[in-house]
């Protein structure tokens, strides 16, 4: 067991190199407002293109003009470009090999159109700190020098899209995204701005296979929009479209302070909620059944939980390192809490247990867990009860716990 514990621990130590011990407080955004509105063709200065700077080709079937082929820039000095969708009324379907290869001047590039594919190296060489592109052209672009991405249509990320690019700053990423591959932010450690396009009901619908897929593992703040500006987001109430709470989903939500998961919600994941280091209150309604592994550790700032009536095993580590975590409320249903799953809970003192005595002593209570076993334990009576051996509690005339 002591071999399995070094184990867990290790690989907690791994997965929290970014936990709230270096997030802490709340934190004021270094803000980077994302141009995602679409832009006009307008040469608005020397330094920003148009189309007439762009080189189009025809391209043609059965001698007929089908659309346009992008091969370069008249203006090799041009700092900003934006590839339309269309050009004469026609698709551009195309941006030709090696077309803006080494224009070393060239810093912002848009691309419009989802379906226009990328020749090899088409922007090789070029110094890319701002990109507004679909999913399909991330792959095509430098990122040495990058600094914010928008990406405006597209439905999946790739795996390992944005990994170690070290200057990302700022990430927006459309409400079209439903995939997000694997590590597809690992090692973006300077990220500090997520903006998201659609609600916190279509966030719940993207799935994560590890911590660094989710780009709120570095990042501080999470905007939303809200009637037309973005809105940095510090509660979350999620509505009775979800059912689940996936793995990752809330990961280093670092500025929320409340969450209300809905009764339709019957599951929560591994790693749901952990590193949310401000989170002072979640209600957890009773359709939950499974609570993951390290679901809500290193939530920092929560002082009390209940664990609702029909949750019957916690996962490992579910709770570890809340450090401020005095109180916990657990329902008689509860027949087994995994391995540390308290571990370094360090104020938890009282645990009001919704059961008798016997019930407590029949729970499979596995290794690490001394925070909690070392608490005095309430048990639940609704009239005082004359045993003076224990300690019991009831509900009050407003629902509160009150002992007796």
Same mark, same amino acid.
């Given at each position: 067991?002591?071999?399995?514990?070094?184990?867990?621990?290790?690989?907690?130590?791994?997965?929290?190199?970014?936990?709230?011990? =270096?997030?802490?407080?709340?934190?004021?955004?270094?803000?980077?407002?994302?141009?995602?509105?679409?832009?006009?063709?307008?040469?608005?200065?020397?330094?920003?293109?148009?189309?007439?700077?762009?080189?189009?080709?025809?391209?043609?079937?059965?001698?007929?003009?089908?659309?346009?082929?992008?091969?370069?820039?008249?203006?090799?000095?041009?700092?900003?470009?934006?590839?339309?969708?269309?050009?004469?009324?026609?698709? @551009?379907?195309?941006?030709?090999?090696?077309?803006?290869?080494?224009?070393?001047?060239?810093?912002?590039?848009?691309?419009?159109?989802?379906?226009?594919?990328?020749?090899?190296?088409?922007?090789?060489?070029?110094?890319?700190?701002?990109?507004?592109?679909?999913?399909?052209?991330?792959?095509?672009?430098?990122?040495?020098?990058?600094?914010?991405?928008?990406?405006?249509?597209?439905?999946?990320?790739?795996?390992?899209?944005?990994?170690?690019?070290?200057?990302?700053?700022?990430?927006?990423?459309?409400?079209?995204?439903?995939?997000?591959?694997?590590?597809?932010?690992?090692?973006?450690?300077?990220?500090?701005?997520?903006?998201?396009?659609?609600?916190?009901?279509?966030?719940? =619908?993207?799935?994560?296979?590890?911590?660094?897929?989710?780009?709120?593992?570095?990042?501080?703040?999470?905007?939303?929009? =809200?009637?037309?500006?973005?809105?940095?987001?510090?509660?979350?109430?999620?509505?009775?479209?979800?059912?689940?709470?996936?793995?990752?989903?809330?990961?280093?939500?670092?500025? @929320?302070?409340?969450?209300?998961?809905?009764?339709?919600?019957?599951?929560?994941?591994?790693?749901?909620?952990?590193?949310?280091?401000?989170? =002072?209150?979640?209600?957890?309604?009773?359709?939950?059944?499974?609570?993951?592994?390290?679901?809500?550790?290193?939530?920092?700032?929560?002082?009390?939980?209940?664990?609702?009536?029909?949750?019957?095993?916690?996962?490992?580590?579910?709770?570890?390192?809340?450090?401020?975590?005095?109180?916990?409320?657990?329902?008689?249903?509860?027949?087994?809490?995994?391995?540390?799953?308290?571990?370094?809970?360090?104020?938890?003192?009282? @645990?009001?247990?919704?059961?008798?005595?016997?019930?407590?002593?029949?729970?499979?209570?596995?290794?690490?867990?001394?925070?909690?076993?070392?608490?005095?334990?309430?048990?639940?009576?609704?009239?005082?009860?004359?045993?003076?051996?224990?300690?019991?509690?009831?509900?009050?005339?407003?629902?509160?716990?009150?002992?007796?």
């Amino acid at each position: 067991m002591k071999k399995r514990f070094v184990v867990l621990m290790t690989i907690m130590m791994l997965i929290g190199l970014n936990s709230c011990k =270096k997030k802490n407080n709340i934190e004021t955004p270094n803000t980077v407002t994302p141009s995602t509105q679409e832009p006009s063709n307008s040469n608005e200065s020397q330094e920003k293109g148009s189309m007439e700077d762009l080189i189009f080709k025809e391209m043609k079937k059965n001698n007929e003009i089908v659309g346009y082929k992008v091969c370069g820039l008249k203006n090799e000095t041009l700092k900003e470009i934006i590839l339309p969708r269309t050009y004469n009324n026609l698709p @551009v379907i195309s941006i030709e090999e090696s077309a803006f290869s080494d224009c070393k001047n060239l810093t912002r590039i848009t691309i419009l159109n989802n379906e226009t594919t990328i020749g090899k190296d088409a922007f090789n060489g070029c110094l890319i700190e701002y990109a507004n592109i679909p999913t399909t052209a991330i792959s095509s672009i430098p990122k040495s020098k990058l600094k914010e991405v928008v990406i405006n249509s597209g439905e999946s990320i790739e795996s390992s899209a944005f990994s170690y690019c070290s200057s990302l700053m700022s990430v927006t990423i459309s409400s079209s995204v439903i995939t997000i591959g694997s590590r597809a932010f690992d090692g973006c450690t300077k990220l500090d701005n997520v903006y998201y396009g659609g609600t916190i009901e279509d966030w719940c =619908k993207i799935s994560y296979n590890n911590v660094a897929t989710n780009p709120m593992y570095y990042a501080k703040h999470f905007y939303l929009k =809200k009637d037309s500006n973005w809105e940095e987001v510090t509660s979350i109430e999620i509505k009775n479209s979800i059912d689940v709470i996936g793995d990752y989903q809330f990961y280093g939500f670092n500025n @929320v302070t409340s969450i209300t998961i809905p009764n339709s919600v019957e599951s929560i994941g591994d790693y749901a909620f952990s590193d949310c280091c401000n989170l =002072k209150k979640i209600i957890i309604p009773d359709s939950v059944t499974n609570i993951g592994n390290w679901a809500f550790s290193n939530c920092e700032t929560l002082e009390t939980i209940t664990i609702p009536n029909n949750v019957t095993s916690i996962g490992k580590f579910a709770f570890s390192d809340c450090d401020n975590l005095r109180s916990i409320e657990i329902s008689n249903g509860v027949r087994s809490i995994e391995v540390a799953v308290f571990e370094s809970c360090d104020s938890l003192d009282k @645990v009001y247990y919704n059961g008798t005595k016997e019930n407590w002593d029949s729970i499979k209570i596995s290794s690490y867990n001394t925070k909690l076993t070392s608490a005095t334990i309430y048990y639940y009576s609704e009239v005082m009860p004359m045993n003076e051996e224990y300690k019991y509690w009831h509900h009050d005339g407003s629902g509160n716990i009150a002992e007796w």
